[in-house]
């Protein structure tokens, strides 16, 4: 007989599922003194946004590490129910944010157990690896270090073109550390063949102004615009051009930080650069979307979340838990679970406020916090086999 058996043949279990108060505030002490003699495996799995959901700024929000103790075991089953942090955020490697998180919330937080924006890009490097790409966000040099992590073997930023020509855009010099971070490339001779928004963009003038010169000259930053292209009308570029591709990591119009009020995100600055681009050539760029509520980055979390649950019970259940998305944005959190046939749960410590009216799109659930949110879902789950 297995080591493993699932929760629906714990009827003891689900006996416990009474109301929520009692049964929460009992449960860790049941378990304590009388453990389960075998392993359970648990009918449900969680994706967990990050800002507004278990953070605020860089503090942990105290239902967070509550939550966290209750998926490391303190629940009816006594397991670990698996759980991964999907978040829009970005800028660092994957192993830095894993270790400040851990750090943060009290529990470790693995590298397989955490997708950001730009983690799917690994799925394409194989096209890009040798070419020269850009790539915009953060400070100084340090997307470029996660690209080369990824394994972009020729990353540039925009701080590299300003170093190059100072002229590019005159209304910004280089400090110490911008310099210092700063690659010796002649891009006269540097055909771009992409341009990956990584993360949130520091200096939207300068970063929109040299994505326009990469686009209309077909990839040389200087180089003259394309034929057939004019000012206020849009016509194909001149055949055998190269068309740079243009992708963007995180669709989030605003995210929630330590100001009262909502910040502009990536989107924010997405909107401003085709705004532009389009006042200047007629119409805008074609992109690549990525980033929560894509269906590419739910499909490519769906997958990182099953090969977690497998790691934990092996090929031994009966079939797929059922994924549980807790986030504070209707806009990428609930609208991406919606579509990918999850249980959505939104929460009411991040970017909506409930007082501004009904969602843009429709939860499964509303929850005061996340480990309202996580107990929901447990006695959801639990409910459906009484």
Request: proline share 7%; net charge positive.
């Amino acid at each position: 007989m297995s080591q493993y058996r699932t929760y629906a043949s714990v009827s003891a279990l689900r006996r416990l599922v009474k109301s929520s108060s009692p049964y929460w505030h009992y449960a860790r002490r049941y378990y304590q003194s009388n453990p389960p003699s075998k392993a359970v495996v648990p009918p449900l799995a969680f994706a967990f946004d990050i800002d507004g959901v278990l953070l605020r700024g860089s503090q942990a929000i105290p239902a967070a590490k509550r939550a966290l103790a209750i998926l490391e075991g303190a629940n009816p089953t006594g397991s670990k129910i698996p759980y991964i942090l999907l978040t829009n955020g970005g800028g660092t490697s994957e192993e830095a944010r894993c270790k400040k998180l851990s750090s943060i919330l009290g529990y470790k937080i693995d590298e397989r157990q955490f997708v950001q924006s730009h983690t799917i890009l690994k799925t394409i490097v194989d096209k890009y690896a040798t070419r020269p790409v850009l790539v915009l966000g953060g400070r100084n040099d340090e997307v470029r270090r996660v690209a080369e992590g990824y394994g972009f073997e020729r990353a540039y930023t925009t701080l590299d073109v300003l170093a190059w020509n100072p002229a590019v855009w005159p209304f910004h010099d280089l400090t110490e550390s911008e310099r210092q971070s700063t690659k010796v490339v002649d891009f006269s001779q540097t055909p771009i063949a992409a341009a990956f928004v990584f993360h949130d963009p520091r200096n939207w003038a300068l970063d929109i102004q040299i994505l326009c010169d990469v686009f209309q000259s077909g990839g040389i930053i200087g180089g003259p615009y394309a034929s057939g292209r004019t000012v206020g009308g849009s016509k194909e570029q001149a055949i055998g051009q190269q068309h740079p591709e243009l992708v963007f990591c995180n669709p989030d119009l605003l995210w929630k930080a330590t100001f009262e009020r909502p910040r502009l995100g990536q989107g924010g600055f997405r909107i401003a650069f085709q705004a532009v681009y389009k006042a200047i050539t007629g119409s805008e760029y074609p992109y690549v979307q990525f980033g929560k509520p894509t269906e590419a980055t739910y499909e490519f979390t769906k997958n990182i979340l099953h090969d977690r649950f497998n790691e934990l019970y092996g090929q031994l259940a009966g079939r797929p838990p059922h994924v549980y998305m807790v986030g504070d944005n209707p806009e990428s959190d609930i609208a991406g679970a919606n579509a990918a046939g999850w249980s959505s749960v939104l929460v009411h410590t991040g970017v909506y406020d409930p007082e501004q009216g009904p969602p843009a799109h429709t939860p499964t659930h509303q929850a005061r916090d996340v480990e309202t949110a996580v107990k929901w879902a447990i006695e959801r789950e639990f409910s459906k086999a009484r």
